[in-house]
């Protein structure tokens, strides 16, 4: 069984920092691409960042780069999401996603919420 678990979200204020989690099962991890997505209210899943499947390769959407490092550790299989000087902005859902042979699965997603 497929499960992908988000954790690691929370409210923070602009400018700080928070690190999301994804943990992954049921599948081969080390084989897959790992991706985060984003969902604000009102608006359209969209892509925030990927990472290939041995670590290399990382593509951010624009709005993030320069502030969100995307990161995997195969032997826990986890994905991480380092977000920092968060923004109003950047408030959502935050989905994990796997992408391979065989697996196109995503998570349940993990509210970040940025305000004073």
């Known amino acids: 069984q497929v499960q992908l678990v988000e954790s690691g979200g929370g409210l923070v204020q602009p400018g700080g920092s928070l690190t999301l989690s994804c943990s992954a099962s049921?599948?081969?991890?080390?084989?897959?691409?790992m991706s985060w997505y984003r969902q604000a209210p009102g608006k359209e899943r969209e892509f925030v960042a990927n990472?290939?499947?041995?670590?290399?390769?990382?593509n951010y959407v624009d709005s993030v780069k320069g502030r969100f490092t995307i990161s995997r550790d195969n032997t826990k299989r986890t994905v991480y999401l380092q977000m920092n000087s968060l923004k109003a902005e950047d408030t959502a859902v935050y989905y994990c996603?796997?992408?391979?042979?065989?697996?196109?699965?995503w998570g349940q997603g993990t509210q970040v919420t940025v305000s004073s």
């Open positions: 996603k796997a992408r391979g042979i065989g697996i196109d699965a």
């Open positions: 049921g599948f081969t991890f080390g084989n897959a691409v």
């Open positions: 990472i290939g499947s041995a670590g290399g390769s990382p």
